[in-house]
């Protein structure tokens, strides 16, 4: 029928296009019950943004790390972490003393401001992370 996609077009135009991967924190130490952040801005039509993010943790730590997304209209007033994290705007490393894990959190793009954060969950002991960030369109 004239007008509709062929099958192949249709997976191509589909497929996500990973843009613009970012290496953001380069081994960053965020101390216990802390947090390190950073902002991206999409307003080039972007739909989702990857983070992926490797934890070194201290032999002595008992929680892991969580990456948080706030969103934002304006790049200014942001959504408190509290209601970010009832709204379930965050994702888990998994954990384990003594051990690095890596794991990579898909954030879809609601607005055109979101505040990325890298938060430390232990109370007492340090972490070390790297983040990366890609841009999907």
Not at 13 to 34: C, H, M, Q, W, Y
Request: overall charge neutral.
């Amino acid at each position: 029928m004239p007008g509709l996609s062929s099958p192949g077009r249709l997976i191509r135009e589909l497929t996500p296009v990973r843009e613009g991967t970012a290496k953001v924190f380069d081994s960053k130490s965020i101390a216990g019950n802390s947090f390190e952040e950073f902002t991206v801005v999409s307003r080039d039509k972007h739909s989702a943004l990857l983070i992926t993010a490797k934890a070194c943790y201290d032999v002595n730590a008992t929680a892991g790390v969580r990456i948080r997304w706030l969103y934002s209209q304006d790049g200014v007033s942001f959504d408190s972490p509290e209601d970010a994290e009832e709204a379930g705007n965050y994702g888990d490393l998994t954990f384990a003393a003594g051990a690095t894990r890596q794991g990579t959190t898909l954030i879809p793009l609601f607005t055109p401001y979101v505040k990325i954060q890298a938060v430390n969950k232990d109370a007492d002991h340090p972490v070390t992370v790297t983040v990366w960030k890609t841009m999907l369109r």
